[in-house]
């Protein structure tokens, strides 16, 4: 696959590896109180949304619970509510931002399945535009997201915001 770098993604790229450990990345970003950083949209009782740093589409994005786990048999009843509860608001908020036509919500469940963090499962929301599969990633592989991920993330957690009545976390 050919990537395209946008100035956005230099530090992502850039920055030092973490270092092998039993927490998953997204164990990490729900312990770090960076979420302007980590690209974290809202926070909620047991599960979180984060844009993708690496995006099929503008403005796709993930719910995970706070409890690693790569098994769905593992997560309470209540988890699993606030896990789609929190899927709704998002994918309200992409509508409200970025007016797609449809969604592709997905779990993958182990790296035959296509999942990239394995050890901690989550809900893909990716949202889709007629005509959406143009040249670039049939021809080229390549997918070409238009707007910074900051400003999208700035944009979605005032949506989200608006939703829940609370406040949207703070830019630094």
């Given at each position: 696959?050919?990537?395209?770098?946008?100035?956005?993604?230099?530090?992502?790229?850039?920055?030092?590896?973490?270092?092998?450990?039993?927490?998953?990345?997204?164990?990490?970003?729900?312990?770090?109180?960076?979420?302007?950083?980590?690209?974290?949209?809202?926070?909620?009782?047991?599960?979180?949304?984060?844009?993708?740093?690496?995006?099929?589409?503008?403005?796709?994005?993930?719910?995970?619970?706070?409890?690693?786990?790569?098994?769905?048999?593992?997560?309470?009843d209540s988890e699993l509510t606030d896990l789609m509860l929190l899927t709704r608001r998002c994918v309200n908020a992409l509508k409200k931002v970025m007016k797609p036509d449809g969604f592709n919500l997905g779990i993958?469940?182990?790296?035959?399945?296509?999942?990239?963090?394995?050890?901690?499962?989550?809900?893909?929301?990716?949202?889709?535009?007629?005509?959406?599969?143009?040249?670039?990633?049939?021809?080229?592989?390549?997918?070409?997201?238009?707007?910074?991920?900051?400003?999208?993330?700035?944009?979605?957690?005032?949506?989200?915001?608006?939703?829940?009545?609370?406040?949207?976390?703070?830019?630094?």
């Amino acid at each position: 696959m050919e990537h395209l770098h946008a100035p956005w993604r230099i530090q992502y790229i850039l920055a030092p590896k973490s270092p092998t450990t039993d927490q998953s990345l997204f164990t990490r970003i729900a312990q770090s109180n960076d979420d302007v950083g980590n690209l974290v949209l809202v926070r909620e009782r047991s599960c979180y949304a984060l844009l993708n740093s690496y995006p099929y589409t503008g403005g796709h994005l993930m719910v995970v619970p706070y409890r690693q786990t790569s098994n769905l048999d593992e997560l309470s009843d209540s988890e699993l509510t606030d896990l789609m509860l929190l899927t709704r608001r998002c994918v309200n908020a992409l509508k409200k931002v970025m007016k797609p036509d449809g969604f592709n919500l997905g779990i993958n469940l182990g790296r035959v399945a296509g999942a990239g963090v394995t050890e901690h499962l989550h809900i893909h929301v990716v949202p889709r535009w007629n005509g959406d599969t143009n040249f670039m990633p049939v021809l080229a592989d390549t997918t070409v997201v238009p707007q910074a991920l900051t400003e999208l993330a700035a944009q979605l957690r005032a949506a989200l915001a608006e939703q829940s009545h609370a406040q949207p976390t703070q830019s630094l």
